[in-house]
Structure formats: structure tokens, C-alpha cells
């Protein structure tokens, strides 16, 4: 798939957001990219290292996709820190992995509090400033130390801490006019297997997974919230039907749990479909059907071209207007400060500059991470025979 970027058009097409968030193949728009994306069952884009070269490209590529439709698609991008920070150096600052801050915590309460809001801040500021609209952040998943997939991703152990960090994260971006996605929902740090390359079980009943992992979504953060992600895990106990899938695929915890019993009523994504995780459901018709019947607004497919093709030419779920609303509310307003306009405007503004000097000391300070597993392996699927995009070494 070529990277070559293609003309911006003249006049946007004038289309609701579909429900398919998919991924683009390279630093600049493909003819084939530029027909999925104008496809009035996509809503959005999810980038990754792979469309990253620096700073201006950025900018440039976001302003292309922005300018295909109206409203325009959504931006999203997982940039957590740590190891999973598909955006670095040339107007990005490093940021350190979440775990990190949980240390500071137990020396510092509210020194770590102060830093969460810092990175929040620069997190948001940094991708506002280049028009990416949203990151998958913050990971809400407790560090039971079992799990591979999550590792020094989550902020702590105890659900009150990952509540309190995860909350002062989410007034730092805020700030940057931001709001946050928090995932995995109802919780992945329990499981040792990694959802990218097999269904993880956890064995726990529903009691013990309420009054731990899923305390986080029972605080007030929730409400600050506009999107959650659903865990690609499977929980045969805790699930209250015969035959339960993975948290994404079940009408329990998405409508009973997420919507119901805790009032959430932001945007629910599914994880990567495309996830070895997700392959329980089906073919990727049955999974994309399974996911919104579920109850996910939007459905992501980030490294299949090929399966966004087969979607898009045998139906995707139909979009309706209570999705379309709660999608709108995830973009920040139109009327943009000053100091966001681009990354230079950003530079000279001193509260960002500020904040990123001390995330750049404490990021300095980031212990390295015991676990076995790298970047690479987050976001990413092993390659198959199928087409794919380009394998994304370091994201």
C-alpha cells in the first residue's frame, strides 16, 4: 500500500459517522484508504507508529482526514505512555508508563496526583495540537502482576489509587479539551494471557470482580468518561449466561452492567476485532454484528484492509441517532484556544511547558519494565497470509 498523499477535496462529503474505526496503511492516504474512509459505514481512523514520521507529516495527515467528511471523522490514537506511545520525539514528549505514577504515589500522594494531571495535559495538549481528537486512555485495569498484555500499562493495584491517578490524568486533559476512554472494561489485568494472540478466561465470580476491578468504573471518574473499551476476555463464572464471550461481544456487561447498573451513557468501543480475542465470535461479519448487537458504538478494525473491504461490502451495523450523538460529544468543541492551534503555538505556551518538564524529569526517573513483552506486541496481531498493514515495530 502506497504512502503517497493524495489531493484534499474541495468540499467535504456531507455524511453521519459510520461505526467502523479502522486503520490507514502508511504516513499518507492510499487511494484505497481514501475510498474506506469516505465509506459512509466508517466513522473514524485509529493511527499508529506506522503513520508517524514527524511532527508536520502528523499535522498534514490529520488535516486530510478531517477534511473528507462532515462532521468530520474521528482521530483516535492509543498514546498512553510508556511503551505504548505511537508518537515520539519532534514535538512529543516522552511520557512515562502509567505504573510509574502508581510509584510515585506510594512516596507521594500528592505529588502523584500533581504528575498524573501533568501528563494528562501534555498527553492531550500534544495530540490537539497535531488534530488527532482522542486517545485510548487511561488504562482503568488493576496490576494484579499476572498479566502480560497489561503489565506496567496499569497505575496500581488498588482500584481506590487507579481511581484517584485516573482521575487527575483525566482533569489534565481536560484542560487540553480532551476527554478520555478508559479500557479495559470490566478489567484485563487479572488474566495472564495477552487478548492479541488468545481469549483470555478469568475464573472469578461477579462479586469479587465488582468490589476490585471494577471499582474504578464505580467512581465519580466515570462520569468524566466520554468513551470506554471493552476487554476481549472472557469471564465464564462472573457472566450470567451459558455460554458467555468476551466482555465486547456480551450484552451483559455492556448493557446490563455498563449502561444499566453503573449509568454509563458515553461511547462504548470494542477492542480491535481483528484481536485473536475477538476470533470466539466468528467470522468478521459475526463478530461485527455480535459487538454492536452488544451494545459497542464503534467497532475497530486496525490492521485488516481486507476485512474492512468485506464489511463495508456486505453491510456494517446500521448507524442510528442515539450513536451519532454520543459520538459528537466525543470531539471537542470547534472553537480551538490559540495555544493549540499546532505544536509551535503550543511551544509558547507556558502551562504546557511547564507541565512538560516535569514529565520529563519524572519520565528520566521510569524504572524499566520487568516483563518480557515490547511495544511491539501491543496493538499489534502476528502476521498472517491475509493482507495486512505494514507490521508496527515500535508502537
Wanted: contains cysteine.
Amino acid at each position: 500500500m502506497g504512502n503517497k498523499v493524495s489531493a484534499v477535496p474541495l468540499e467535504p462529503l456531507h455524511l453521519p459517522r459510520g461505526p467502523l474505526m479502522i486503520g490507514i496503511g502508511g504516513i499518507g492516504l492510499s487511494a484505497r484508504d481514501r475510498a474506506q474512509l469516505c465509506d459512509p459505514a466508517v466513522g473514524g481512523v485509529v493511527l499508529f507508529a506506522r503513520n508517524w514520521r514527524d511532527s508536520a507529516q502528523l499535522r498534514a495527515l490529520c488535516a486530510e482526514i478531517h477534511a473528507l467528511r462532515a462532521p468530520a471523522l474521528l482521530i483516535a490514537a492509543d498514546q498512553e505512555g510508556g511503551r505504548v506511545q505511537r508518537f515520539r520525539d519532534d514535538a512529543f514528549t516522552r511520557l512515562p508508563s502509567m505504573r510509574t505514577l502508581g510509584e510515585l504515589w506510594v512516596d507521594d500522594h500528592d505529588s502523584a496526583l500533581e504528575m498524573a494531571q501533568a501528563t494528562g495535559f501534555v498527553l492531550a495538549a500534544e495530540l490537539r495540537a497535531h488534530g488527532v481528537d482522542l486517545s485510548f486512555a487511561p488504562v482503568l485495569d488493576l496490576d494484579h502482576g499476572r498479566s502480560r498484555a497489561i503489565g506496567n500499562r496499569a497505575l496500581h493495584r488498588d482500584p481506590q489509587v487507579v481511581a484517584a491517578l485516573a482521575q487527575a490524568l483525566l482533569d489534565g486533559m481536560r484542560v487540553a479539551g480532551m476527554w478520555g476512554v478508559g479500557k479495559h472494561f470490566p478489567g484485563h489485568g487479572h488474566v495472564e494471557a495477552d487478548s492479541h494472540h488468545e481469549t483470555p478466561a478469568d475464573t472469578r465470580d461477579f462479586a469479587t470482580i465488582w468490589d476490585d476491578d471494577l471499582l474504578p468504573y464505580r467512581h465519580p471518574l466515570l462520569r468524566m468518561l466520554a468513551g470506554v473499551m471493552a476487554a476481549h476476555v472472557v469471564y465464564p463464572v462472573a457472566d450470567a449466561v451459558k455460554s458467555p464471550r468476551p466482555a465486547g461481544f456480551s450484552s451483559f456487561w455492556l448493557g446490563s452492567v455498563l449502561r444499566r447498573r453503573l449509568g454509563f451513557d458515553g461511547v462504548v468501543f470494542s477492542d480491535d476485532l481483528d484481536m485473536e480475542g475477538a476470533r470466539s465470535a466468528g467470522d468478521i461479519m459475526a463478530r461485527a454484528r455480535a459487538a454492536a448487537t452488544a451494545g459497542c458504538d464503534m467497532l475497530l478494525i486496525c490492521n485488516r484492509p481486507d476485512l474492512v473491504d468485506e464489511l463495508i461490502a456486505c453491510g456494517a451495523p446500521e448507524p442510528d441517532a442515539a450513536r451519532a450523538a454520543r459520538l459528537a460529544a466525543l470531539v471537542a468543541s470547534a472553537s480551538c484556544p490559540s495555544w493549540l492551534a499546532d505544536p509551535s503555538a503550543l511551544e509558547s505556551h507556558a502551562p504546557y511547558v511547564q507541565a512538560r518538564t516535569r514529565v520529563e524529569t519524572l519520565a528520566e526517573w521510569e524504572r524499566e519494565d520487568a516483563l518480557s513483552m515490547t511495544a511491539a506486541t501491543v496493538g499489534e496481531n502476528k502476521l498472517e497470509s491475509a493482507p495486512r498493514l505494514p507490521h508496527n515495530p515500535t508502537g
